[in-house]
């Protein structure tokens, strides 16, 4: 990984010198546009719709439109605005866990300690992990101010940018101010639904089927060249369920969906612990490819 930033966090007297980094990464396949006749690649130009020129990215300049006008911003017009570049990670405020809502939040961003005793670093990770509590911060990313959460990630902090506060919607929609009337027997229906389909969450056990399916035909072309046969690449899978109508009765629909989980889990589980540590060793398989793969 390369930093992307380099500064230090502020929170009165204290100063932690860190490093920034980003937290994710695209696992897509890079595509361009060619052309499907001969196999050029497509260039894409800027063309003044004025005088019909290529313009050149050195000449061009951003601009405002209001419907009626048109202003023109320079570089030195956004160099002239106060986000600057700024070695600061400023702590504006302390705040409670579950007060963060999970629609605010942007890109994700490690945290690296670069002091030679990371003494500070480790007392302030330590310090949201004991209060759980969420630092509200202040940063200048690519000379733009931004909002952003410090937050503990194991044994590493970590920025999660956000969004202002006007940038996030408001909705009314019908549907929710319904006055419907949920009876207690659905309630308790939906519940046990719930409660069927309950277990810890394990990001590695779910793939990205259609990237995995594209690099597959990617793979398919570069073995048999330009011709494919479809349906030798990706046969029809014969589907075990038949789809349904309409679901007329609430209840009766809940309970299908319990008695359904349950009579899979109480055939899933009637091997006992041989059923269970195939699973985890399917499971070790599993990460072990991904591993291999990645």
Same mark, same amino acid.
């Given at each position: 990984?390369?930093?992307?930033?380099?500064?230090?966090?502020?929170?009165?007297?204290?100063?932690?010198?860190?490093?920034?980094?980003?937290?994710?990464?695209?696992?897509?396949?890079?595509?361009?546009? *060619?052309?499907?006749?001969?196999?050029?690649?497509?260039?894409?130009?800027? =063309?003044?719709? %004025?005088?019909?020129?290529?313009?050149?990215?050195?000449?061009?300049?951003?601009?405002?439109?209001?419907?009626?006008?048109?202003?023109?911003?320079?570089?030195?017009?956004?160099?002239?605005?106060?986000?600057?570049?700024?070695?600061?990670?400023? *702590?504006?405020?302390?705040?409670?866990?579950?007060?963060?809502?999970?629609?605010? /939040?942007?890109?994700?961003?490690?945290?690296?300690? &670069?002091?030679? &005793?990371?003494?500070?670093?480790? /007392?302030?990770?330590?310090?949201?992990?004991?209060?759980?509590?969420?630092?509200?911060?202040? /940063?200048?990313?690519?000379?733009?101010? !931004?909002?952003?959460?410090?937050?503990?990630?194991?044994?590493?902090?970590?920025?999660?940018?956000? !969004?202002?506060?006007?940038?996030? =919607?408001?909705?009314?929609?019908?549907?929710?101010?319904?006055?419907?009337?949920?009876?207690?027997?659905?309630? $308790?229906?939906?519940?046990?639904? *719930?409660?069927?389909?309950?277990?810890?969450? &394990?990001? %590695?056990?779910?793939?990205?089927?259609?990237?995995?399916? /594209? =690099?597959?035909?990617?793979?398919?072309?570069?073995?048999? #060249?330009?011709?494919?046969?479809?349906?030798?690449?990706?046969?029809? $899978?014969?589907?075990?369920?038949?789809?349904? #109508?309409?679901?007329?009765?609430?209840? $009766?629909?809940?309970?299908?969906?319990?008695?359904?989980?349950?009579?899979?889990?109480?055939?899933?589980?009637?091997?006992?612990?041989?059923?269970? #540590?195939?699973?985890?060793?399917?499971?070790?398989?599993?990460?072990? %490819?991904?591993?291999?793969?990645?």
């Amino acid at each position: 990984m390369r930093a992307i930033w380099t500064g230090s966090t502020a929170f009165g007297l204290v100063n932690v010198p860190v490093k920034l980094y980003s937290a994710t990464e695209s696992h897509d396949v890079n595509m361009h546009q *060619v052309h499907e006749k001969d196999g050029g690649r497509i260039r894409n130009q800027h =063309r003044c719709q %004025e005088c019909g020129k290529v313009v050149e990215y050195e000449d061009m300049v951003k601009a405002y439109d209001d419907g009626d006008n048109r202003v023109i911003l320079t570089k030195d017009d956004f160099e002239a605005l106060p986000a600057d570049e700024n070695d600061d990670l400023d *702590v504006l405020q302390f705040v409670p866990n579950d007060q963060i809502d999970p629609i605010m /939040l942007e890109k994700s961003y490690f945290l690296e300690p &670069t002091s030679k &005793t990371p003494k500070a670093y480790l /007392l302030l990770r330590q310090t949201l992990e004991d209060t759980d509590r969420t630092a509200i911060v202040k /940063l200048t990313l690519r000379t733009r101010t !931004r909002l952003a959460i410090l937050r503990v990630s194991g044994k590493v902090l970590m920025i999660q940018t956000l !969004r202002w506060a006007d940038e996030i =919607r408001d909705v009314d929609f019908k549907g929710v101010n319904s006055q419907a009337k949920i009876s207690k027997k659905e309630l $308790e229906m939906s519940a046990k639904l *719930v409660d069927s389909y309950s277990e810890d969450f &394990t990001p %590695e056990e779910f793939n990205d089927d259609y990237q995995d399916e /594209l =690099r597959k035909l990617i793979d398919a072309k570069i073995d048999k #060249g330009e011709t494919l046969d479809l349906e030798k690449a990706f046969p029809d $899978e014969d589907e075990d369920e038949e789809p349904g #109508g309409d679901v007329i009765d609430l209840m $009766e629909a809940l309970q299908k969906s319990v008695d359904s989980s349950r009579s899979k889990k109480k055939s899933s589980s009637g091997s006992g612990a041989k059923t269970a #540590g195939s699973k985890k060793s399917s499971s070790s398989s599993k990460k072990g %490819e991904t591993k291999k793969t990645g």
